[in-house]
């Protein structure tokens, strides 16, 4: 979650990359225009790195495990499809992660649903595409007080999870 500077508004954002070897090539090319970005103030890269050979469930956990301890805001997982990583990452309790590979899924993905973790698909997206969505995906912020909020909660409720959703 952002939070905010005595004096100097919203803090950027702080994001977890990570993909395995299917998606590799991407999360470098993404990271390195996040760590341009200067909506972002921090990018954590939880691998793998070019000679690593890590499933994929590990690096989408170890992620969101990150995202939920609030060491960062958001992650950008990647592997051949993004499904893999997605479900992967929707088992830590508290985080909502989705494959988008179009404008109006990554912008729902965030406004309707309030999820953390936005997934690609090296093998199913193209490369310029893909940096598009996730710069598209800096600019989206959940609004508490949508009607979306009510039942964002109503999904948080079945991990027993308190309702009160924060917004970025």
Request: aromatic share 6%; hydrophobic share 40%; with cysteine.
């Amino acid at each position: 979650m952002r939070t905010r500077r005595k004096g100097q508004g919203i803090m950027g954002w702080r994001i977890v990359v990570g993909s395995d070897l299917a998606g590799y090539d991407y999360k470098e090319v993404i990271k390195a225009d996040f760590e341009k970005d200067p909506r972002v103030d921090q990018v954590i890269d939880v691998g793998v790195g070019s000679e690593e050979d890590v499933d994929y469930p590990h690096v989408a956990v170890n992620g969101a495990r990150k995202v939920a301890a609030g060491e960062a805001d958001r992650a950008l997982l990647l592997c051949g499809t993004g499904i893999g990583v997605a479900i992967a990452a929707n088992k830590v309790p508290g985080i909502r992660a989705s494959v988008g590979h179009d404008s109006y899924s990554v912008e729902r993905l965030v406004k309707s649903n309030n999820a953390q973790v936005l997934t690609f698909g090296q093998r199913v997206i193209g490369l310029e595409l893909a940096r598009k969505l996730a710069s598209e995906w800096l600019d989206h912020t959940f609004d508490p007080t949508s009607n979306s909020a009510k039942k964002v909660d109503e999904i948080c409720s079945y991990e027993g999870i308190e309702p009160s959703v924060t917004t970025d």
